[in-house]
């Protein structure tokens, strides 16, 4: 059974950085391109980012893109997700889970950024 477990969430305010972690487990986490998703109160879940097998290939959305960054370490089964510059429409739950997702989803953190 797949086990994703999100962290580093918090409050900040806009302007603010957090580093968001994702340990994985029950897999073979080296396989896998990852992703990082968000969802906000009341809407949907969405993509945010992506990163390949071997960490050389990142894709983000453009809401993201210059301020957000994806990293993983294989050898601790962990993809990271570095967010600078936030702002109050970051907020949101925040899941990782491979790319494309599959069930089932970790608990999220969340992610409150005071304007």
């Known amino acids: 059974q797949v086990q994703l477990v999100e962290s580093g969430g918090g409050l900040v305010q806009a302007g603010g950085s957090l580093r968001l972690s994702c340990a994985a487990s029950?897999?073979?986490?080296?396989?896998?391109?990852m992703g990082w998703f968000r969802q906000a109160a009341g809407k949907e879940r969405r993509f945010v980012a992506n990163?390949?097998?071997?960490?050389?290939?990142?894709f983000y959305v453009d809401s993201v893109k210059g301020r957000f960054t994806i990293s993983r370490d294989n050898a601790k089964n962990t993809v990271y997700l570095q967010m600078n510059s936030l702002k109050p429409e970051d907020s949101a739950v925040y899941y990782c889970?491979?790319?494309?997702?599959?069930?089932?989803w970790g608990q999220g953190t969340q992610v409150t950024v005071s304007s």
């Open positions: 029950g897999r073979t986490f080296s396989s896998y391109t």
């Open positions: 889970n491979s790319h494309p997702p599959t069930e089932p």
């Open positions: 990163i390949s097998t071997s960490g050389t290939m990142r």
